[in-house]
């Protein structure tokens, strides 16, 4: 009886035993150590394309990973997604503040060769035409003027000058790639910076042998990626005519627009006029800002040139006298 209970224990014990010992041979550890370290493997890939997208685009880390996710981690097809979805919620966004008054905003003024051009780019506020990202679409607005002008095929026998409105100049490409126009720089710039923002103006000059364009800006500041571009509140250019070579054109052309952007002179007039009456409005005939006791016609005519043009832009401007009316 002893003996049929001591087999009895010994059966039961080994009952026992052997889900217990199963239970350790099927222990999950070795397992869960094999899919920690391809997680982890695989989060630093994505770290490491996170930052490379991030660097390139300039976009959230939010929607730099949504990209990589939507895009199944091609790097290529993700900056094009960014790029898209951007463009989707500036255009959206640029509807929405479309009505709201722009009356601060840049001047930009870009000389290259024989061409020079004037830009005037508009903001709701002083502190976004601060930011360097609207300062990038003035010199992208610049730029797509300057392209512009190049492209016209003139024989220049004299100077030529011209203008282009608000919807000229939103339809003139970004750059010589030609994909994408300068309304579509300014939806970017507008769903990054959330302000209404106006493509307002542009001039452009061009001179042939003989001829000199001075200009000037107010509180100028330089692009920080184009070195003569030149930024600011005010600016001006004058064209004039020079029989032969001189010295000091520029320091003279610069003293020129100063004039023209402090005395604000509607005409060039001639050297005839007499000081005073309309003649106020007549730029030869005006008080010499920076010596009054002579006119602007007295001071240039030594130099031996000839003030023949100018254009003169103010920041905000048109605006204000859209009020005004």
Known sequence: MSLLRSLRLFLDARTVSLPAGSLRLQSPQPRHTFHAASWLSASSSSKELLMKLRQKTGYSFVNCKKALETCGGDLKKAEIWLHKQAQKEGWSKATKLSGRKTKEGLIGLLQEGNTTVLVEVNCETDFVS????????????????????????????????????????????????????????LALAIGKLGENMTLKRAAWVKVPSGFYVGSYVHGAMHSPSLHNLVLGKYGALVICETPEQKANLEDLGRRLGQHVVGMAPLSVGSLDDEPGGEAETKMLSQPYLLDPSITLGQYVQPHGVSVVDFVRFECGELEEAIEAE
Request: with cysteine; glycine share 8%.
């Open 130 to 185: 601060r930011n360097l990202k609207f300062q990038q679409l003035v010199q992208q607005v610049a730029l797509g003027t300057m392209l512009h002008c190049r492209s016209l095929k003139d024989q220049l026998s004299t100077y030529s000058k011209g203008f282009l409105n608000s919807s000229e100049l939103s339809g003139l490409p970004a750059g010589p790639d030609r994909e994408r126009s300068l309304k579509d720089q």
